[in-house]
Nanobody, 122 residues
Framework: QVQLQESGPGLVKPSQTLSLTCTVS??????????WSWIRQPPGKGLEWMGA???????YYRPSLKSRTSISRDTSKNQFTLQLSSVTPEDTAVYYC??????????????WGQGTQVTVSS
């Protein structure tokens, strides 16, 4: 059973870069053609898929966030990371990592982390 755990700072200042890590256990991020995604949910709003990295290292991004988003991975640690640059208070959200057997850009994903709250504020 795969487990995903998000980690990172809970508070980020405006204009800075938000960095989050998803640590995966119970499965390798390089195996079986999985897609490893980041999703967020701002307060009072719906879930928003942000992007994904595949088991081979290819990346996909939500077009509206592409210019500010970077997803990478550290295979030695079985982790993948999200970087979101030039953040504003509108980037305040609960951020989730997830795993899928195919590329999913909606709100339904196969396996989820528990989520981590990130607040953008000075």
């Amino acid at each position: 059973q795969v487990q995903l755990q998000e980690s990172g700072p809970g508070l980020v200042k405006p204009s800075q870069t938000l960095s989050l890590t998803c640590t995966v256990s119970g499965g390798s991020i390089t195996s079986n053609d999985y897609y490893w995604s980041w999703i967020r949910q701002p307060p009072g709003k719906g879930l928003e898929w942000m992007g994904a990295i595949t088991s081979s290292g290819s990346t996909y991004y939500r077009p509206s966030l592409k210019s500010r988003t970077s997803i990478s991975r550290d295979t030695s640690k079985n982790q993948f990371t999200l970087q979101l640059s030039s953040v504003t208070p509108e980037d305040t959200a609960v951020y989730y990592c997830a795993r899928d057997s195919q590329l999913r850009v909606g709100v339904t994903h196969d396996d989820w982390g528990q989520g981590t709250q990130v607040t953008v504020s000075s």
